[in-house]
């Protein structure tokens, strides 16, 4: 419905040398409105990331994320930053990974298949496959049963 509705707007109220730059121009506002930064979103849909709730969600244009994925509300996923020189790493994310809200999952971390990351957790470590992961820096806390 949206793209139908980008395009009726492009194509009748706007000539068409300025199609792109509207087109653009709402994609963007979305991006505003909703707080989020997500570059490859697309790619990301494609493999069954689900947002529950999309605001305020930050995901770098390198990070790997698995299939059928949640994400939560206020989530960032992204490098650490830092000298020029140094390399920047991004975290992997496997397959049925649930990270809750406000998490922060930085550097170069994996997250491993049907893992559980608790709200408000900051993630600097690897997490093994089918664990839960919470606390400030994470920690374990138990075993995900219902994988």
């Given at each position: ?92 994310i ?21 893992s ?26 138990g ?5």
């Amino acid at each position: 419905m949206k793209k139908l509705l980008v395009k009726l707007i492009c194509s009748f109220v706007i000539g068409k040398d300025r199609r792109k730059r509207v087109r653009n121009m709402l994609i963007n506002r979305g991006r505003i409105r909703n707080s989020c930064d997500i570059p490859n979103i697309k790619r990301y849909l494609r493999n069954g990331l689900i947002m529950r709730h999309p605001v305020g969600i930050v995901i770098s244009k390198n990070v790997e994320i698995g299939r059928n994925c949640t994400v939560y509300q206020n989530v960032t996923i992204g490098t650490k930053h830092g000298g020029s020189k140094v390399e920047r790493l991004y975290p992997v994310i496997g397959n049925n990974v649930r990270i809750y809200a406000g998490s922060v999952v930085v550097g170069d971390v994996s997250i491993g298949d049907s893992s559980v990351v608790g709200a408000n957790s900051v993630v600097t470590k690897d997490i093994p496959a089918g664990e839960i992961w919470a606390g400030i820096p994470a920690r374990f806390i138990g075993k995900n049963e219902s994988w």
